[in-house]
């Protein structure tokens, strides 16, 4: 099975081709949302050898819609990955090695980019799964720590940035993907919304039931971001997904076999997300902040009873 195109038979090229719509050079007739001249920098943009993640797709399409783009990464190898594919089709777009849990990190993204372009007008960041667990660790401990990493990067670049985010009203998304499937379909009587979508969910790797509080964490700091800029023209919205296993596929291409922060994805639904999130940024939803968009094929949806 090739996990790249959107059927067993697709290559690399032709898998993202058909799967993300057409391409740069039809951009004037086919893309809805016109993002020329401006500027984004997309997190955990990279993707190994013979995988779609879900922030490649992000770039890859607002690449698409006219944007510039700064893909950034801890593994420049894989950023690069992304860089040939906008290339290919025209694009503009540089790689930036970082470790955005770290101020550093964040701090050297901004200047980079802005060093580059001169501006700032689009964040997207991607949370997948839990990093390997540490020494004496327990799956509790270690989702926290993913947690308050992942909260930890999101709010220090968006600070970073937010001076230039300003300038033009600019916009932020942040995804969040888990790696974990239900438990159980069976929903509690009290029930709805996104939030309850995502929850009680089944370790992938130790089997242990958890609440993916990291998920909640992230609207909720959307949420708040959202209200706190709001007066100075910027949005943040979120999308979360209950049906991706983060780095299921990333793992089968490595040959280390250890996890990693990356986010691969089915490749329909990485496509569908980075759709979304391009709609997200784009002037079309100009009037749109605060909010979650939940993308994950129908999977957090509960069945009749």
């Given amino acids: 099975m090739n996990i790249i195109g959107c059927h067993e038979r697709d290559h690399v090229v032709t898998g993202y081709q058909r799967c993300s719509g057409g391409s740069m050079s039809d951009i004037g007739r086919s893309h809805p949302h016109d993002l020329h001249g401006r500027v984004a920098i997309v997190t955990n943009g990279g993707a190994p050898e013979n995988a779609v993640t879900v922030g490649m797709s992000c770039a890859v399409l607002l690449a698409r819609a006219g944007a510039r783009i700064a893909i950034v990464d801890r593994d420049r190898d894989w950023a690069q990955r992304t860089a040939d594919l906008v290339h290919t089709e025209g694009g503009a777009a540089i790689i930036i090695a970082a470790d955005l849990t770290t101020e550093a990190g964040c701090k050297a993204v901004v200047a980079q980019t802005v060093d580059r372009w001169q ?3 689009f964040i997207s960041t991607t949370v997948g799964g839990p990093r390997p667990t540490m020494q004496g660790e327990t799956t509790f401990e270690r989702a926290d720590r993913h947690r308050d990493e992942a909260m930890a990067a999101i709010q220090q670049l968006s600070d970073h ?3 230039l985010l300003r300038e033009r009203g600019g916009a932020i998304v942040n995804i969040s993907i888990l790696d974990l499937e239900p438990t159980s379909r069976e929903a509690a009587p009290n029930e709805s919304g996104p939030d309850s979508q995502l929850s009680d ?3 992938a790797d130790s089997g242990e039931v958890h609440p993916p509080d990291r998920s909640v964490a992230i609207i909720t700091l959307s949420h708040k971001m959202a209200a706190a ?8 919205n979120s999308i979360a997904s209950s049906s ?3 780095r299921a596929l990333a ?3 490595l040959a280390s076999g250890e996890a990693t922060d990356e986010v691969a994805a089915p490749t329909d639904l990485a496509w569908q997300i980075a759709h979304t999130a391009v709609f997200l940024l784009s002037d ?6 605060g909010q979650t968009i939940v993308v994950d094929g129908g999977a957090g949806l509960k069945p009749p009873r």
């Fill in 284 to 289: 079309a939803a100009d009037g749109i902040t």
């Fill in 229 to 236: 800029h709001a007066a100075d023209g910027v949005r943040v």
């Fill in 251 to 253: 793992r089968t291409t």
């Fill in 119 to 121: 501006r700032i007008d």
């Fill in 201 to 203: 969910k089944l370790d």
């Fill in 161 to 163: 940035a937010l001076p």
């Fill in 244 to 246: 991706i296993q983060s």
